[in-house]
C-alpha cells in the first residue's frame, strides 16, 4: 500500500489566516519538522512550519503541569475559544504577566510594532481609567506576579510616576517597565527617580541589535547610541533590566549569541528575552511565508552561539511549554554556570508535579536551593518546579547569592493566525488588560480584540448565533 510522506500526529483547531474563522488542522511530522496544515473551505489549503526539532516538540508535551487558575472569571462561554476572550472559564492558565497599557501614543513608529502606535496614535490614559484596569487585574489574581506597564511607550506619560506609584501600593509581586529607553538614555533624573523603586521593579528594555541597518528596518531609526547610553544610565544605579530582543528571520538572528554574551557583561542586566515577530499590528516589509522564525530556531540559535546554554539548558516553561522556553544561569566574578540542565527531568514525584530534584553535589544543590527556594530546606533535595521555570525566580534572601546573579534567557513566542492552535492559546500566561477590564491572551488580543479589529471579531460572533 502507498504511504503518505510524512507521519500524522496530531488534530487540533487553527484558524484560517485569512478570514480567521476557525479550521481543522492536523499536526504532522515531515523531513525532520512540525507543521500544522489546515484547509478552510472559502480560502484554501495552508501549511505552515512550527517547528524544526520534533523531539523538542515531543518533549514539550511532558512539561504540561496541572492549570492554575485567576480567582475570578471575566467573561462566560459563549461563542467558543478564540471568541470569548476574556479571561473565560475555558482558559487554562491564570496570568503569569499582565500588561497594562497606559498610552497608545509613542516617540517612535517602529515598522514592526503589534500595537500600531506612533506619535501620533490615541492618547495618555486618565489615573482613574488606568486604576480601574489596575483594579481588574488585581481581582483576578489577588497578587498579581507580573505587571508590566507597557504602550506605546509608557515613560512618555505625562503621569507616568503617579502610576508607578498606583501600581506599587497595589500587591504586585514584580512591576515591569516596557520601555524603548530614549527617555533613559537622555534624561539622568529620570533614571534616578526610577531607582527609588527597586526591589522589585525591572526595566524591559528594547534591544534588537548592534547593527544600524537591522535597527532602521524595525525601529525606523538608527538607535545604537541610544541603547548603549540607556545601559550606562541603568548600569549606573543597578536597576535590574531585561534586555528584549524582537526577531526577524534573516535579520538580526545571528546575533543571538551576541547579544547573550553583551548582556551577561552587564551590571544590571538580569536577561534577554527574545520575541520572534508576531504577525500582528504594523508589519513593514515583513512576508510571514519567508520571516517568520519558530521557537524551535530560536531555541538552537542559542545553543549554537551562546556558549552557555546547552542542549539540555533551554527547556519549555510548564505553564505554556508550547510558547514558553527558559534557561537560567549563575554568574559570579565573570564565571558563568548554566543551571538549568542540572534537573533530572524524568523525576516527577507523585502527587508532586511541581517538584523536581537535583542529582548533583551537595555543594551544588546548596547553591541552587538559595537561588530559586525559600520553601524547602537543601537537604530535601526537592525544588519548586514552579519557582524554578516561571517568569522570575523567587530570590528574596540575603546575602551574596541574589537576583544579581541570575542571569535568564527566555524565548516568548506569540502565536498569530499562521502557528494559531486552540489546544496552546488556553495555555496562554501572558495577558492584556483591556480598557473595559477584561482581561485577554496577548496571542488572541493582537489578532481580535485591539481597536477596530472587534468589529470583525463581532462578524464573527454573530455568524456564529446565526448557525445555531
Known amino acids: ?46 501549511k505552515v512550519l512550527i517547528s524544526t526539532n520534533i523531539e523538542y516538540y515531543k518533549w514539550c508535551r511532558d512539561f504540561i503541569k496541572p ?27 491564570h496570568s503569569c504577566l499582565t500588561l497594562l497599557e497606559i498610552t497608545e501614543r509613542c516617540n517612535l513608529k517602529c515598522p514592526i510594532c503589534y500595537a500600531e502606535s506612533s506619535p501620533q496614535k490615541g492618547t495618555f490614559r486618565s489615573l482613574e481609567q488606568i486604576e480601574f484596569m489596575l483594579n481588574a487585574i488585581v481581582e483576578n489574581e489577588k497578587e498579581p506576579d507580573i505587571i508590566q506597564i507597557s504602550g506605546g511607550e509608557p515613560t512618555i506619560h505625562p ?24 527617555k533613559i538614555a537622555n534624561d539622568k533624573e529620570f533614571v534616578k527617580r526610577l531607582a527609588t523603586y527597586l526591589p522589585g521593579f525591572e526595566i524591559y528594555l528594547q534591544f534588537d541589535s548592534f547593527e544600524a541597518d537591522a535597527l532602521k528596518e524595525l525601529r525606523g531609526v538608527d538607535l545604537t547610541k541610544i541603547r548603549q547610553k540607556a545601559i550606562d544610565r541603568l548600569n549606573e544605579y543597578n536597576i535590574s533590566t531585561t534586555l528584549v530582543v524582537t526577531l526577524k528571520k534573516g535579520l538580526n538572528d545571528h546575533e543571538v549569541g551576541k547579544i547573550i554574551q553583551y548582556g551577561l557583561e552587564q551590571k544590571c542586566v538580569r536577561g534577554v528575552t527574545f520575541q520572534p515577530i508576531q504577525s500582528a499590528g504594523r508589519l513593514e516589509d515583513f512576508n510571514p511565508e519567508t520571516d517568520r522564525l519558530t521557537l524551535s530556531e530560536v531555541r538552537q540559535m542559542i545553543i549554537d552561539q551562546s556558549g552557555v546554554f546547552g542542549e539540555k539548558d533551554m527547556v519549555p516553561v510548564p505553564c505554556h511549554p508550547d510558547s514558553l522556553a527558559m534557561g537560567y544561569a549563575f554568574k559570579k566574578d565573570g564565571i558563568v554556570t548554566p ?30 536551593f538559595n537561588l530559586f527556594s ?12 514552579k519557582d524554578l521555570l516561571c517568569c522570575l ?16 534567557v ?47 471579531l463581532k462578524k464573527i460572533q454573530e455568524e456564529i448565533m446565526l448557525t445555531r
Open 159 to 182: 503621569q507616568f510616576f503617579e502610576i508607578l506609584d498606583l501600581v506599587k501600593s497595589k500587591p504586585v509581586k514584580h512591576i515591569m517597565v516596557n520601555t524603548n529607553g530614549l
Open 374 to 385: 525559600l520553601n524547602h530546606s537543601p537537604s530535601s533535595s526537592a525544588l519548586s518546579f
Open 410 to 456: 527566555i524565548i516568548m513566542q506569540f502565536q498569530d493566525a499562521h502557528n494559531f492552535d486552540v489546544r496552546s492559546v488556553k495555555k496562554s500566561c501572558v495577558h492584556i488588560a483591556h480598557p473595559d477590564g477584561r482581561i485577554i491572551p496577548f496571542d488572541t488580543y493582537n489578532l481580535f480584540y485591539r481597536d477596530e479589529k472587534e468589529l470583525e
Open 67 to 93: 492549570s492554575e487558575m485567576p480567582h475570578r472569571w471575566n467573561t462566560p462561554i459563549k461563542y467558543g475559544c478564540p471568541y470569548d476572550c476574556g479571561l473565560c472559564p475555558d482558559h487554562e492558565q
Open 339 to 368: 543551571l538549568t540542565g542540572m534537573i533530572d527531568h524524568n523525576i516527577l514525584l507523585e502527587g508532586e508535579r511541581n517538584t523536581i530534584v537535583f542529582e548533583q553535589d551537595e555543594n551544588i544543590r546548596n547553591m541552587i
Open 1 to 46: 500500500m502507498p504511504n503518505r510522506p510524512y507521519t500524522y500526529y496530531d488534530l487540533t483547531i487553527s484558524i484560517c489566516t485569512k478570514c480567521l474563522r476557525k479550521v481543522e488542522a492536523k499536526i504532522i511530522f515531515e523531513n525532520g519538522n512540525v507543521y500544522m496544515v489546515k484547509t478552510c473551505m472559502k480560502h484554501g489549503r495552508e
Open 393 to 408: 525566580p523567587k530570590v528574596d534572601i540575603p546575602g551574596e547569592i541574589g537576583y544579581d546573579n541570575v542571569f535568564r
